[in-house]
Structures are given as C-alpha cells and as structure tokens.
C-alpha cells in the first residue's frame, strides 16, 4: 500500500527531483497541478495525499496547458531515480507523480483559471503551477460526482472543508455542466451538492 505523504515530504521530493532534473541537464519542467498537493501547498487543506497530480505542461508564452500523454523519457528516469532512493514510494511506484487527470486539460479549464494560478520552484529545473481555489474546488466536484471513483468521498471531504460559499459552487456545477459526462453525473452531482446542504442549489442541476 502507498504511504501517504505530507507537505513537508512532498516538498522534500520535489526537490530531490530538481536536483535530479539539472544532474541530467533537463529542459525546465513546468506542470500544472491539481488534487491534493494544490491544496496542502496553498493552504486550503491541510492533509496528506498519495500523490502529485499533473494536469500538464503549462506554457507560459501562450498562456495554455499542454496536454501530453508522458512524461519526457528524461524526466521519467528522474523520477525513478527518486522513486528508487524512498522505500516509501515503492508501493505506487512512478506514479506518486503521474497525469491521471491530464483528459480533464484537454477538454478545458474553467475560464480564466492562469490568473488564479500560484508557482512553486524547486531548484532550477521544475516550477509547479498550482490551481487556485475556484478552480480546484471546481475539479472536486466533479470527482466527488464520480460513485464509481474510489476515492469519491475524499474529495467530497476537500470540498467540504473549503467550506464554499454559494456563488463558489454554483460557478463550479456551471463548469462541470461544460464536461461530455455532466448527464451521467448529474444525479450524483445533486447529491453531492445536498450533502453540502445547498437544497436550492441541487433542485436546478
């Protein structure tokens, strides 16, 4: 079983995979990311998580996230060379790093998600883009709406901690109604939106 990681582990890791991106003379790395790491980064909420959720390579010139399929040979040598040094990540393997939600990159960010972003740097090689708040709480909404996901009420138990405020989440059901899969999702979305006690909210979904 994968251990679960905290802030200061996280950290740790990331640097380590810098200083492991210059050894290798690597181009400069720089993802946007999602999930648990931009909570605990930013403050939003504090727990661990099991992983850095990669949505893709952001492009600062245009201002766009680059959807790829996988990592850069280069980059995923260095990955396992961390994977490798930390017994604690053997139980995920690679993958405490990976682009599980890179589809959701593909079919569109909420709107004006860039300006909302905050950047980490470690070393001079990787810098981590991390969404911000409307727009992460956004994207656990529809996770929280996935009832076949495994971990559906971890990001149930996110949003609820962030504690948002009608508009907040009104502006989130707005963006997942953009995705191909709202219809799917729709009954579990009102659920989900009920159980965070938005009645008025859940009876227009």
Known sequence: MAMQLSRNMLESLLHELADWLEFDDCEPVEWVVCGGVALAFQGLRLRTTRDVDVLGDWKAADMVIACIEDFPS??????????????????????????????????????GFAQRMASVQFGKRLTIHLLGRSDLLALKLYAAADDLGPRQEIHYQDIKAMNPKFDELDEAVDWVRTLPDFEEKRMELKEVVRRLDYDDLAYYI
């Open 74 to 111: 280069k980059v995923k040598t260095c990955i396992q060379r961390v994977t490798e040094n930390h017994p604690e990540l053997w139980g995920l393997g690679t993958n405490w790093i990976n682009l599980v939600p890179r589809r959701l990159a593909a079919h569109g960010l909420p709107k």
